[in-house]
């Protein structure tokens, strides 16, 4: 369906191409997952399947690259438009009108497709990705789950044969992830679309694909094959993986299912060895939280936008050293609360104390030494045109000596030169520089929103070492997160928000465990034991038996 | 175990007599005929929503029918019925809001109206003096401006009666916006001038986005420490706002391009040169036509060159239609309930223009000598017609859930 003849790509402005030896097919009606980390070319390499590269970016591509016979260095993309649909990582950006319905059918109208073939197509899809009750709302209204299904659904209706996906579930929480993999899965299965599709979270699609591309590193020939055999080579591998690495199974299991058949042996090696909840020494004994000082409480917090309570009668306090996970679907309060602890949100009812400041009515400077945020885009909060200037700035702001964000900047981001554009930047290397800009008030209490987006394992890897250092040096550390890896490695405490309200709070262990929806594979596969993340089983494999006794 | 027969008919729970008429979800009305429940308006939805159209065309008529009186009266009544007719038939869409801020601009503009001609005077002779103001002294050069001096209650008068005017169009203008979906306006273009429809469409979506890019920046520059008010908060955020928007738009331009966007159908030369002449004709002479209109000269020729004008224009947008392979997915039909709705703007425009034969001290009451403007009966229930979509338009559904992501 698609083939790939000795395709390289090289952008205007860089040294050496970003892709190289591309030299494949995807056959037709298979799901083809692409792996690789940030900066291989995942995206360039799709945008070549749609004609967007080089059409539309620029850049010089060399070999061929044809879509069901048709040559993309002759059409354009508007002309590939009929057989190739194409949903980005960023819903709200692919949408052209403002209802469900009009978004249905607008490749239809350029595509000149007759009135009432429109019209049954447009019933069709909204049956088939169970869009029917929200044919008539505004695109803005919806959830991330709805929103990414109606992306889908919009390329749908042309009736592609291939539909290229970049990172369609990262922004998602599991269950809306969960949503826009079981539609993949019947397009797939039932409708013999052609799926290419890049996502760094392996640990929700893997088990789907029928077949890993795998891009080892920038430039690099790539690798093609069975799951199980690449995920023995990918260099981005999901826990369920990297427990079977751990365990030695061949073949490698890709599913939760596929490990506990396996799974039995390692449950009884691991049955007498110290279960972490008993005092491993990553986790901290519960005792120590609620002996010292809060540096934040929140009292009967009430939140409205508008008439709807977006967040009701919280209460709650965290510890300084403690590390705690906050979770929860889409639109459950969590971006609320953190902005209520940095008085971006002011309540309609309750206190909120930080540090013995109400956020919201504190001077700014001075609050930023009790409390700082990341958010979601950390884009935000950088506003300079190199990083020396924008170090400088956080420097002048926090009323800290000069070159101390500097200093956290070369810790936590080695590497990065000082005349370095933060655009350049990547997604990973962004989130260091506003976490050092935040750091440089050395505020008690850090707030991440959705820190994990967008980052590949290694990055991922990277943050959770810089905010267990942080944990360790008395810093409360609270994440708003959808990822169950990143909790589960991290944190100490989980708080699950559904509604605007707590209706979950206590030692991850216990929290996550009992969920299905919030219960990292590890545990999954190692239930009823409670085991949280590889590193765990690993140190507990390492010590001899007698040793845990 | 014995079924129960399939056939037999469905006895009624609590035993009366089989309902004869299909039940219907409404309030029962015993007084209500059934030709009476057919004619009532329904519940919108996509099927019989109103042409936006319509809304435009009986707004046009309002504001056409304002522009013949200086009646305060009159004019509060035009106000009255567009208003009734917005808080009956709009809908919970951000448009919709917009009603409020158009009633605003005009106070707004009555008020700037009566302010300079308190302060810079008036051409109105007047013997009511109100009171008197020191009269700036100028240079001869300036002669026929004054500043300051005398001020009538003739004059104040009379620029109240004219800033009414002016607001009551505003006003007018502002319950079509209300009521008319801008994007569903903007698809019923001709095909040829579709391209232009989606870049204002596009824009509209992009104002609101820019708008709310400004507000989460300024709030995030509370986490860097600053304060989020002020001059210096707007000019730094400047840039990075502009980098996000103009991110944003090329985004959508890839997605457009991806989805198909300017795919075009080949046509010959001679059919395009074709339509750039009929067009820029037409358009040619629709404009000399309107100017020959307002301007009291060309009474003969005025109307034949509008419409000469007008068809040449539309042929030319058809002909230039053939150029775009699109088609429409359920454009919004001009039924019957549209034409009544545009037929009721048009008949007040109408009766009005009428009206300035039969009545014209009525509708232009006079300021020299002061007089109390009176209600004329016939004008005042022409302009009641109006209303008429208030009853017959489709009612927009209750707010359904509007919950705001977070």
Sequence with gaps: ?549 | MSQPPVDRPHPRLDGGAPIAEPAEPTVPDPSAGTWWRALRAPEADRRNALHPGAWWLWALGLATAASRTTNPLLLGLLVAVAGYVVAARRTDAPWARSYAAFVKLGLFVIAVRVLFSVALGSPIPGTHTLLLLPEVPLPDWARGIRVGGRITAEQVVFALYDGAKLATLLICVGAANALANPARLLKSLPGALYEVGVAVVVAMTFAPNLVADIARLRTARRLRGRRTGGIGAIAQIGLPVLEGALERSIAIAASMDARGYGRSAQVPPAVRHTTTALTLGGLLGVCAGSYALLTAEGGSYALPLLFIGLITAVAGLRLGGRRSVRTRYRPDRFGPRSWCVAGSGAAVAVLMIWAGGYAPDALHPSVVPLVVPALPLWPALSILIGLLPAFIAPVPPLSQSTKESA
């Design chain 1, 1 to 549: 369906m698609i083939r790939f003849e000795k395709v390289s790509v090289t952008y205007a402005d860089a040294g050496r191409p970003t892709l190289q030896h591309i030299d494949l097919t995807v056959p037709e009606g298979e799901l083809v997952l692409l792996v690789g980390e940030s900066g291989v070319g995942k995206s360039t390499l799709l945008g070549t399947v749609c004609g967007l590269v080089p059409h539309f970016t620029g850049g010089t591509l060399r070999g061929r690259v044809t879509v069901d016979g048709r040559d993309t260095r002759t059409h354009k993309p508007r002309e590939l438009a009929d057989l190739v649909g194409t949903v980005g990582q960023d819903p709200l950006a692919h949408f052209v009108t403002d209802t469900v319905e009009d978004e249905l059918a607008y490749g239809m109208e350029s595509l000149g497709i007759a009135p009432d073939v429109m019209r049954r197509r447009v019933e069709e899809t909204l049956d088939l990705l169970g869009l029917a009750e929200l044919r008539d709302r505004p695109i803005a209204t919806l959830s991330g789950g709805q929103q990414q299904r109606v992306a889908i659904g919009s390329v749908l209706t042309t009736h592609p044969k291939v539909l290229v996906l970049d990172e369609p579930t990262s922004a998602l929480d599991p269950a809306a992830a969960e949503e826009v993999l079981a539609v993949l899965q019947r397009l797939v299965h039932d409708l013999g679309t052609t799926v290419l599709m890049a996502e760094h979270r392996l640990e929700r699609v893997v088990q789907y694909a029928d077949q890993v591309l795998v891009l080892p590193a920038p430039g690099e020939a790539p690798l093609m094959g069975a799951p199980a055999e690449m995920m023995t080579r990918s260099p981005v591998y999901p826990p369920v993986v990297g427990l079977g690495r751990l365990a030695g199974w061949s073949p490698l299991p890709l599913s939760v299912r596929d490990a506990r058949r396996r799974a039995a042996s390692l449950r009884e090696r691991l049955a007498d060895r110290s279960a972490p909840l008993s005092g491993s020494a990553e986790r901290k004994p519960d005792a120590s939280r609620g002996q010292r000082d809060p540096v934040a409480t929140l009292s009967k917090l009430t939140v409205r936008r508008g008439r709807a309570e977006t967040l009701r009668g919280i209460d709650l306090a965290f510890s300084p050293g403690e590390t705690v996970a906050l979770m929860g679907r889409n639109g459950a309060g969590k971006s609320t609360l953190l902005g209520t602890l940095v008085g971006m949100v002011a309540p309609a009812s309750g206190t909120v104390v930080v540090g013995g400041l109400t956020p919201r009515r504190a001077a700014p400077a001075e609050l930023i030494r009790q409390v700082g945020l990341v958010p979601q885009e950390p884009r935000d909060l950088l506003y300079a045109d190199t990083v020396a200037a924008e170090c400088a700035a956080a420097d002048a702001d926090a009323d800290a000596a000069p070159g101390s964000c500097r200093a956290l900047v070369s810790e936590l981001l080695p590497g990065v030169a000082d005349e370095t554009h933060p655009r350049d930047l990547s997604e990973g290397q962004r989130l260091a520089l506003a976490l050092a800009i935040v750091l440089t008030g050395r505020p008690p209490l850090l707030l991440l929103d959705e820190p994990t987006r967008g980052l590949d394992y290694a990055a991922k890897a990277r943050l959770a070492t810089i905010l267990k250092g942080l944990a360790a040096d008395g810093h409360a550390v609270v994440l708003a997160t959808h990822d169950v890896e990143l909790a589960a490695d991290l944190a100490d405490r989980v708080l699950i928000m559904a509604d605007g309200e707590i209706v979950a709070d206590g030692p991850t262990a216990e929290v996550v465990v009992s969920s299905p929806a919030f219960a990292p594979q590890v545990t999954k596969v190692l239930a009823p034991q409670h085991w949280l993340t590889v590193s765990e089983v690993e140190r507990a494999l390492a010590q001899r038996p007698q040793d845990s006794l």
